[in-house]
C-alpha cells in the first residue's frame, strides 16, 4: 500500500506513546533466556517485536499474551534447533539470535526480505561467534545463516565500527556460558546509548557485567542464570521523534504521553534538539507538548547518540531558515536501506535542499515548503516512511510515498496517529 500525504494547515490532539521496540526486544529475550515465568507489561506491538516473539517461541520458550502483557516461560540456556528461523526484516532480532542460537546445536536463518535485511552484513558478529567455537555457514557474512554451536567464553573481539548490536547480542550470550568472558571492542562503537540501554536489561534481569567506562571493554561473569521477573516497557522515542518533528513544522498544538524525561533512549534527544530549533515545546510528567508555529532555526547535531532520531530530525530541519548539519551518521548507511543516500535522494525528489558526506547529511532549510508534486520510494524502511511524511506536511502538491505499510516494522499505528491529530493522509492501493 502507498500512501498520499497532502499539505496540512494544522496538527491538534493528544496521544499515547507506542511502547519502546528496543527495550520490548530485549525484555522479551531475557525473559526467554530466564529458567522461570517472566512478564512483560505494555510490550510494543510492531514486525520488529512481534519477530522476536515469534522466534523465541519457536526456539522453545512459552508465550500467554494479551495487548497488555504478555507472560513467558523460558528456554534458559538451551534454545531448540531450528531448520528455519524466520526473523522477518529484523535486524537486532536477527544478530541477538544468532548469538543465543550458539547456545544450541544447529539453528538455520532463512532469508526472507533479499533486497533489505539481505543485503546488510554481518560479518563482525559472524567472526565473534567463531572465535568462541561456534561453526557458521553464511553468504558472505549475509543471510541465509546457520549457526552450529556449543561455544565457550574466554576472551573474544567484537568491531563496534558497524553497528552496536553484534556487542549487545554477545552480551546476552556470554553470561550463559561456563567461562567467564572478557569482551574487547574494536573500533569507534557506535550508538554507545542504545549499548546502555541492554546493560540496563541485563541488570533488571539479575546479570552482572563489568564495563569500561567508555564501553571498550567488558567483563562478564561465566555460569549466570536471567532471573524470571516483570518488565515494564516504556513508552518509545524514536517513533515519538516523527510526532513531535511534524508538529514542530506546521501550526500545532500536539501532546504525547508517557515520556519519561530520564530516559536511557538516546532518542530523547529529540526534544532538546527541536528546542534548539526554537520549537514551543514543553517536556514534565512524562508527557510532551508541542505547539508549533512552523518556524524553526537551524541547528548542529551529532546524531550517533540518536540515530533512530534522525531522520524526522532532517525532515523538520528542511523547513528550517537556515544551514542545518547532522554529522557522525555513518551508521545510518548500514540500516534498512542506506539512510543517508538513499533518503536524500528522496528528499530531492520533493523538492528539499541536501548534502551528503561519508558521515554528515547537510540541509539547506526551506521555510517557504517544497514542490513536492512526486511519487517518492520508501525503500521499505520504516524511518524513511515517517520522515518523508513530515515532509509531505509542507508540500505544495501531494506527495505520494511507496510501500508505506513498511512503516509497521516498528509503528504500525503511525499514520492512524497522524490521521487523529489531523494530518492530511490516504491510504492507496499500490499501482502496478
Known sequence: MDVIVRRTDKLEGTIEALSSKNY????????????????????AHSEDSDAMRRCIAELGAELDENEERIVIKGFGRRPKPQAELNVGNAGAVLRFLLAVSALSEDVHFVNTYPDS????????LIDALTQMGARIDHNGGRLPITVKGPV??????????????YLSALLFLTPLLGEDSEIVVTGDLKSKVVVGQTLEVLEQAGISVQAEPDYSRFRVPGGQAY?????????DYPGSAAILSAASVVPSDVTVRRLPELSRQGERAVVDVLRMMEAPLTHENDIVTVRGTGA??????????????????????VFAEGTSRFYN????????????????????KAGADVEEKQAEIIVYGRPQGVAGGVTIDSHYDHRVIMALTIVGLRADAPITIKDAHHVAKSYPGFFDDMTALGANVEWVKNEQ
Open 329 to 348: 551518521v555513518e551508521n545510518l548507511r548500514y540500516k534498512e536501506c542506506d539512510r543517508i543516500t538513499d533518503y536524500l535522494n528522496e528528499l530531492r
Open 117 to 124: 535485511l539481505g543485503k546488510r552484513p554481518h560479518d563482525d
Open 24 to 43: 520490548t526486544t530485549r525484555y522479551l529475550l531475557a525473559a526467554a533466556l530466564a529458567d522461570g515465568t517472566s512478564t512483560v507489561r505494555f510490550p
Open 296 to 317: 524553526l532555526k537551524p541547528v548542529e547535531f551529532d546524531g550517533d547518540a540518536a540515530t533512530d532520531a534522525v531522520l524526522a530530525m532532517v525532515a523538520a530541519a
Open 152 to 165: 565457550k567464553g574466554g576472551r573474544v573481539t567484537v568491531s563496534g565500527e558497524v553497528s552496536s548490536q
Open 227 to 235: 532471573r524470571a521477573g516483570e518488565y515494564i516497557v516504556q513508552g
